[in-house]
């Protein structure tokens, strides 16, 4: 498939490593996926489902230790430990090579070596970048097909060049205590062992699209972000583009696919998802920034999907899709899902295999059940969503779960205030958490576990990529928290679709339309600006929804310098300099 001596090397020291009896090249032909998916279902590594009611869909299941990310197996492996920064899990680069290396050492006997050279981004876009993962597993074949784009044009678009990532996965097997997920961003290289969850061992995602490649984007001038991409399409046929970062549990990916509520529907708004995790950002030949989806598909939480939580997302999953960990039905060969409706099935199966009944008490899908499932299903899927030079943004969003500190929407001041915001991004645990309710844990940017590198360097890359931007071309920064709850711990806020009233405003303001009151912690919304048109809620609530606690924001400056406190010098001047100014406006 390749004369590219780079690429045959690494197969070939993979190969002598791992020791497999066989190695299959995936060329992307679809003759080979349906031999791959037969023999898959031959050994039971997957199940397939009904092809009338969910054609081209199938299900899997993890071993039961081996169901989520392993944070505390994860390591940014670097030559200096300080490159790593105090944030990330680090291993000696040449100890995480000889540790790996004994795990790997004829893990594949027996066993089959897929060979996967897959482009993240468009093939041959500017924006891309290309991995060839090594794998004993089937299931990541056809995941990683529906998650990137894979086959014999990735190689053509290579070439000769040594400018690829090279991943290796074993399941090997499936021990936790020699499960390691480790990366080397200065080798360009992933190494992923003893694991079969996908995120895991789907390289391209969390491992290359966040983590190698924030560190090559540090190096090269561009920007890998844990972020959604969404177009916001106004009457007159006019879209703006928004990227936005939230930590986990804060909807995410609802967002990214939203439905506007009917009287905006009615009108002509509309909202196209270009992605719903991940964005890499450049700047463009206007001056402008531009952002891409990278990956392919959505690796999506399956409970608490539904037809009010996110229709477009259920309507994704309708056909070649793959499910794991969720409940089997046996009588008509679908799946379910809490959360999903009100009637779990009598006859089923539950994602550990066993027979389950769902007055049992106990849960029939993991919570972190997922399905993989082709971006192109999902009926709101942006028609720019394979546009090679990306599309332009004119806000970046970020927020967080807060009780009662954060206001419904605030804008920065400016681009170095928009980085501090997202330095301090936040979210409070809940009653679903384990541990106290209401702690708050900082996750700059949503990018606290997937950083390749010292976050101070990262916030300071923030800060030079703004410096590369005129004033006039800048996307505006935004802060947004839709999960404020009154003195009864009830959301004030409806969320959902309702969330589009909060787009439309933040629009408004990159478009000059809409004024804004100066406030401590920059500028907030008039709230007659926010439209409750169809609303059961008053213009004091949304008075109540925009207010600046003073007192709590000092306790929020005196959680702020605790975190800054790890990063030591390499945290940027300017940050500490804008927590000064909200010091200041507070006082």
């Not at 090269?220 to 969404?230: F, K, P, S």
């Not at 009100?342 to 972190?368: F, Y």
Request: charged share 25%; aromatic share 10%; with cysteine.
């Amino acid at each position: 498939m390749t004369i590219n001596k780079k690429v045959l090397r690494f197969v070939e020291e993979a190969k002598t490593l791992t020791k497999p009896n066989d190695v299959v090249w995936i060329d992307g032909s679809e003759e080979l996926y349906e031999k791959l998916t037969e023999e898959a279902i031959r050994t039971g590594e997957v199940i397939r489902l009904n092809q009338k009611l969910l054609p081209g869909c199938l299900l899997h299941r993890t071993a039961v230790n081996d169901v989520a990310r392993v944070e505390h197996r994860t390591f940014i492996c670097t030559r200096s430990k300080e490159d790593a920064g105090p944030t990330n899990n680090w291993m000696d680069l040449k100890e995480a090579y000889a540790k790996l290396s004994r795990l790997f050492d004829g893990s594949m006997k027996g066993r089959t070596m897929y060979v996967i050279p897959y482009s993240m981004g468009v093939i041959g876009s500017p924006f891309s970048k290309i991995g060839i993962e090594l794998t004993d597993s089937i299931y990541v074949v056809l995941n990683m097909r529906i998650m990137t784009r894979v086959g014999t044009e990735v190689l053509k678009a290579l070439g000769d060049s040594d400018d690829f990532v090279r991943g290796l996965h074993s399941k090997a097997q499936l021990s936790e205590e020699d499960r390691y997920i480790c990366h080397f961003p200065e080798d360009n290289a992933i190494w992923s062992i003893n694991s079969g969850y996908g995120g895991n061992v789907l390289l391209g995602k969390k491992c290359f699209a966040l983590r190698i490649a924030s560190y090559q984007g540090k190096q090269e001038g561009w920007m890998a972000e844990h972020m959604l991409i969404l177009g916001l399409q106004k009457p007159d046929g006019d879209i703006k583009y928004i990227a936005a970062a939230f930590p986990s549990a804060c909807g995410k990916t609802n967002l990214a696919m939203l439905i506007p509520p009917e009287g905006y529907y009615k009108k002509g708004y509309r909202v196209w998802c270009v992605g719903d995790d991940i964005a890499w950002i450049r700047k463009g030949s206007d001056g402008r920034l531009y952002a891409v989806n990278p990956e392919y598909g959505f690796f999506g939480v399956a409970p608490g999907t539904n037809s009010k939580s996110n229709p477009n997302a259920l309507a994704t999953v309708k056909r070649n899709t793959i499910f794991t960990n969720v409940v089997h039905d046996l009588d008509d060969n679908t799946v379910w899902w809490e959360g999903l409706d009100e009637e779990p099935p009598r006859n089923a199966v539950d994602w550990k295999g066993n027979r389950w009944d769902p007055s049992s008490g106990e849960k029939g899908a993991h919570p972190n059940s997922r399905f993989t499932a082709p971006a192109k299903n999902c009926p709101c899927i942006s028609s720019e969503f394979e546009n090679p030079q990306g599309v332009p943004l004119s806000a970046i969003v970020f927020g967080g779960r807060r009780a009662k500190t954060a206001p419904l929407v605030y804008e920065a001041r400016d681009w170095e205030h928009g980085v501090f915001v997202g330095s301090i991004m936040a979210s409070e645990t809940t009653a679903a958490a384990a541990g106290k309710v209401g702690v708050v844990r900082r996750d700059p940017m949503a990018m606290l576990p997937f950083c390749g590198y010292h976050m101070g360097d990262y916030f300071r890359h923030w800060l030079d990529m703004g410096r590369k931007i005129d004033d006039d071309k800048k996307p505006r920064f935004f802060n947004v928290n839709w999960f404020r709850l009154d003195d009864n711990g009830k959301f004030i806020w409806p969320g959902y679709g309702e969330n589009m009233r909060v787009l439309d405003w933040i629009i408004s303001r990159c478009e000059g339309r809409v004024d804004a009151a100066e406030a401590p912690i920059g500028y907030l919304p008039k709230p007659e600006d926010i439209n409750i048109e169809g609303l059961n809620l008053t213009i004091d609530t949304i008075r109540e929804l925009l207010k600046v606690d003073k007192d709590a924001w000092m306790k929020e400056v005196e959680g702020i310098t605790e975190f800054y406190r790890q990063f030591g010098d390499r945290l940027p001047k300017e940050l500490l300099k804008q927590l000064e100014i909200l010091k200041s406006n507070l006082d």
